[in-house]
């Protein structure tokens, strides 16, 4: 019995170092900070459709900040000011919506 709950527990550690596999794609987490980063305009346009649909905020504002700078548009900065405060998901679907049109 006691060969056995080490087997396992050999197996849980083997499991638990060899990992899930890397990062995505689609989006780059910085080891330092482990903040999100969007590496486009497209992939920024992408996550305010899906704000604009869900009205969901919270997590889907990750690294966002960095990309509305990057995309030199001073009106961008406003609404992203305005969405990160924004009180109801109605809210953040609209103001969502509208940066996305800028895009």
């Given at each position: 019995?006691r060969?056995?709950?080490s087997?396992c527990l050999?197996?849980?550690?083997?499991?638990?170092?060899?990992?899930?596999?890397g990062p995505?794609?689609?989006?780059?987490?910085?080891?330092?900070?482990?903040?999100?980063?969007l590496?486009?305009?497209?992939e920024?346009?992408?996550?305010?459709?899906?704000i604009?649909?869900?009205g969901q905020?919270?997590s889907?504002?990750?690294?966002m900040d960095?990309?509305?700078?990057?995309?030199?548009?001073p009106d961008?900065?406003?609404?992203?000011a305005e969405?990160?405060?924004?009180?109801?998901?109605?809210?953040?679907?609209q103001i969502?919506?509208?940066?996305?049109?800028?895009?």
């Amino acid at each position: 019995m006691r060969g056995l709950v080490s087997l396992c527990l050999a197996g849980l550690v083997a499991v638990g170092f060899s990992g899930c596999g890397g990062p995505s794609s689609s989006s780059k987490s910085s080891e330092s900070t482990g903040k999100m980063t969007l590496n486009s305009n497209q992939e920024l346009k992408q996550r305010l459709s899906y704000i604009a649909e869900s009205g969901q905020t919270g997590s889907a504002l990750g690294g966002m900040d960095e990309i509305v700078k990057k995309a030199g548009k001073p009106d961008l900065e406003k609404d992203f000011a305005e969405l990160q405060k924004a009180q109801s998901p109605d809210a953040a679907k609209q103001i969502a919506k509208r940066m996305a049109d800028k895009l």
